[in-house]
């Protein structure tokens, strides 16, 4: 049997060429001064300028590290849904996709698209399902982000187990693709963006699927927690005793056929935990490498988001486990991509 696979469920274009934040901030700008209004046109990015911010960054990474291929999407503080409008979001959503898709036709091998939506606060989800559709149909993006939180830290929308998201979810399940739940800035200044403020999001995220029955509705969605599923493996007893306070059955019926974790936890001791807690079905491996925490920990030498080698390390999963983790997981949970792959003899 061949080694297996390293699939990291978690990337995003962090390392975009400048162009593309002068680009932002000049439709930012224009918020107050429609004159100034960019068009998507004068965006100049060339093949040469995608290559150079993927060689030198996540490619040279994960041929460091032994990595394989990344679920890639556009860089998650990026999305800002709280800025300007449905319109504002429409169209930084386009070019920021359009960006992923160029980066994995340049590079197949090694990346596959996830879909940024055009979220903004209020505005009925409907109106992110063409962007949604262009992503799946043209581009062969294989997932989707879902921002639980437009507003950026002020959680004005309904809970995901409202109805008012069901067009989303209906879509996916047409697909039959996941979606990541994953906030993009925090504009609230008591929670900062990464320390905080995602790993609310995850927790929340998880407690409001404990509380509703949206599986029932939609028995084949799946959602993956990232970040390792913020303080849910840590408070597991907790959530089983609040599932079952709540008359739910438990959490392995109500959730885990449904709801999956990644690997983006930053030391050992919680890549640990994770493996020991959550079964190993519901975990697939990411890094959101060259993300929130990028520095080398003076501790193990390495990098925090070299989270492979947590992988490795822990003795709560076998060589089959990780096999699992690596791979069979992403598979499973990622349809498209199972087929992408079959379809190159892997």
Known sequence: MRPPLIIDVHGHYTT?????????????AALQDPALAPSPAELRISDDD?????ET????????????????????????????????????AAICNELVFRVTQLFPEHFVGAAMLPQSPGV????????????????????LNLNPDPSGG????????????????????EYDIPAMIHVSTSCNACFHTTGAHYINADTTAFMQLIQGDLFKDFPTLRFIIPHGGGAAP????????????LKKPPLAEHLLGNVFFDTCVYHQ???????????????LFASEMIGAVRGIDPQTGHHYDDT???VLATPHLDEAARRKVFEDNARRVFPRLDAQLKARGL
């Open 57 to 92: 960054n996540q490619l040279a990474k994960m041929r460091e590290r032994g990595g394989d291929l990344t679920i890639f999407s556009p860089r998650a503080s990026f999305m800002a849904h709280h800025i300007g409008d449905f319109q504002t979001s429409a169209t930084w």
């Open 154 to 173: 002020h959680w004005k929308e309904p809970p995901l187990t409202d109805r008012w998201w069901y067009p989303i979810y209906e879509v996916m399940v």
């Open 308 to 310: 492979k080698r947590y």
């Open 234 to 245: 840590y408070h597991w007893g907790r959530y089983r005793g609040l599932a079952q306070e």
């Open 16 to 28: 975009a060429p400048k162009a593309l934040e002068a680009w932002r901030n000049r439709q930012i």
């Open 50 to 54: 995608i290559r150079e911010s993927i």
């Open 269 to 283: 001791p919680g890549i640990d935990l994770l493996t020991r807690v959550v079964p190993v079905d519901n975990i």
């Open 124 to 143: 009925d989800p409907r109106t992110c399902i063409p962007e949604l559709r262009k992503c799946v149909e043209q581009y062969g993006f294989v997932g």
